[in-house]
């Protein structure tokens, strides 16, 4: 056990301590909202669970776009937390040129991390968000526990933005994660607190009692705590959600319906017409050709957008994009504040495209066994059923700018693959999977543009108004760049940048430019 006095009080932090208030901050979410909401002040809002009682992590996330991880192994305890507007580059000195998208972005937030509590330190990275600047993972503080040893920016600076969720694992009462509210010392406040405890007693005491069941081994509600929680027995086929979200942590219910099984996607859907690796057009006229023109003018968009001194682009189709080799061979990733992403890479073979919505990898959704990760190609092959063998090198390039989960494992939910006049993948063989919106962007280019499922009549007004200037440079510059490098003419500057720009942000689309074979006078 580590104690520390802060400035939120004297923190006791104890491993065992924190995994069991993670788990019962969990359940307790379940039934702190919707249908089943029970508890008048829930831990947190959202909850999120990954692993198990040895080694997992849990997220408490406010819903407003703070949030804090801890992540356990035997070893110890790593905790990291983001308050909206203070990630790495804001608050650990991280240069957006460093970014990598793993731990190595949050690393600042814990000095002196001994290597045993690497693994930790990767389960946390896994469920931080991702920031729409530069791709970095989002956290600007940390903490970690090994043994009697402890350290990190949460110890070293009480002030720094997000030490307050992560100093709510050190003030755990009877186990129990407490909301931040519970730091307010209005008395308003803590007459209300104290009635709803009160009222909640009998809740309380029941969650404990479960949670205290499932730290040996798996359990289940009995009939009298099923009754004393008020879920309806009338219809339990409502409650399938909270009772998947509940058999993640070992807890179920007696009577409660089997969960049916995710459908196996590498299936064919037996209503589409033509197996996916039938030789047909693409749909939509989409070709290789077209599909890296519109990462490379998806690329340079955001760029130039981003750039504009008075912001007249503000819905460019990319929000945070990277690009690796050329357009002979090479890779384009388009990721968002949500952790979901998709990656486009192409060969002289032909495209890999791949998507991942956060939560959905291919543990949860293309059915990987754990023990069966190799952080590689292998862990989203089944989403690129009967991938040509031409193209596994592509699968390597998209793989490398795919993000890694909790277990090591690269993360997609769906893919498709294109060599010639042959498509293939998950994403052709059902269109309700997971990511399957991102890649459909790509098979529904206008003009050769990436457009958003979600923009709207309001944006294609704006792109006809507002933003044309903007969108006909961008036009201009990527069909010169398609045949080879060229340069940002003065015209096209001084539309660009009817006033002088930020120093630091026009050195970075500088560089960002050159990556794609574009640059400017001088």
Not at 49 to 78: H, P, Q
Request: net charge negative.
């Amino acid at each position: 056990m580590i104690e520390w006095n802060h400035r939120y009080g004297n923190l006791d932090f104890d491993r065992g301590a924190i995994v069991r208030a993670a788990l019962r901050a969990y359940v307790e979410a379940i039934f702190g909202s919707g249908a089943l909401k029970r508890v008048s002040f829930a831990a947190c809002a959202y909850a999120g669970w990954t692993g198990d009682l040895e080694r997992g992590a849990f997220r408490d996330d406010d819903g407003c776009g703070n949030y804090n991880v801890v992540a356990w192994t035997e070893a110890g305890i790593v905790g990291l937390a983001y308050e909206l507007g203070w990630g790495p580059i804001e608050q650990l000195d991280l240069s957006p040129s460093a970014v990598t998208g793993g731990p190595d972005d949050v690393r600042g937030a814990v000095p002196g991390l001994p290597e045993a509590l690497e693994p930790a330190l990767v389960m946390a990275t896994g469920m931080l968000g991702v920031g729409p600047e530069h791709g970095q993972r989002d956290a600007g503080v940390g903490f970690w526990l090994h043994g009697d040893r402890a350290g990190g920016t949460f110890f070293d600076d009480p002030t720094s933005p997000g030490a307050k969720g992560l100093a709510m694992w050190g003030l755990l009462r009877g186990g129990r994660l407490l909301p931040p509210i519970y730091l307010s010392t209005h008395p308003s406040n803590s007459a209300a607190l104290a009635e709803c405890d009160r009222k909640d007693a009998p809740i309380h005491a029941l969650l404990d009692a479960v949670v205290d069941r499932r730290l040996k081994g798996p359990t289940e509600f009995t009939p009298a705590e099923l009754e004393a929680l008020r879920v309806p027995a009338s219809d339990p086929t409502r409650h399938l959600g909270a009772q998947r979200l509940l058999q993640k942590v070992g807890i179920t219910w007696p009577g409660s319906p089997e969960i049916p099984d995710l459908p196996r996607q590498r299936r064919r859907n037996p209503f589409f017409p033509n197996p996916p690796t039938t030789t047909v057009r693409p749909r939509r006229g989409v070709d290789q050709g077209t599909l890296v023109r519109a990462a490379l003018r998806a690329y340079v968009e955001n760029v130039l957008a981003r750039l504009d001194p008075l912001d007249r682009h503000p819905f460019a189709a990319s929000f945070v994009p990277r690009w690796t080799g050329d357009l002979e061979q090479g890779a384009f990733r388009n990721g968002d504040a949500g952790g979901g992403y998709e990656v486009i890479a192409w060969s002289d073979a032909g495209v890999v495209g791949l998507a991942y919505e956060l939560g959905y990898g291919p543990i949860e959704h293309l059915e990987l066994p754990i023990d069966a990760v190799k952080g590689g190609p292998d862990d989203v092959r089944v989403a690129l059923p009967e991938l040509p063998a031409e193209l596994a090198s592509t699968l390597e390039m998209a793989t490398c700018l795919l993000d890694v989960g909790a277990h090591g494992e690269k993360l997609a939910s769906v893919g498709f693959w294109l060599r010639g006049a042959e498509v293939g993948g998950s994403f052709h063989d059902t269109y309700i999977m997971k990511g399957a919106e991102r890649l459909r962007a790509w098979h529904s280019l206008q003009g050769g543009r990436l457009r958003r499922w979600y923009q709207g009549s309001y944006v294609a007004d704006l792109g006809r108004t507002k933003a044309a200037p903007i969108q006909a440079l961008v036009d201009a510059v990527t069909t010169r760049a398609l045949a080879g490098p060229t340069e940002l003419s003065p015209d096209e500057l001084a539309t660009l940048l009817p006033t002088p720009p930020d120093p630091a942000r026009l050195l970075e689309a500088r560089r960002l430019l050159q990556q794609v074979g574009v640059t400017w006078p001088g």
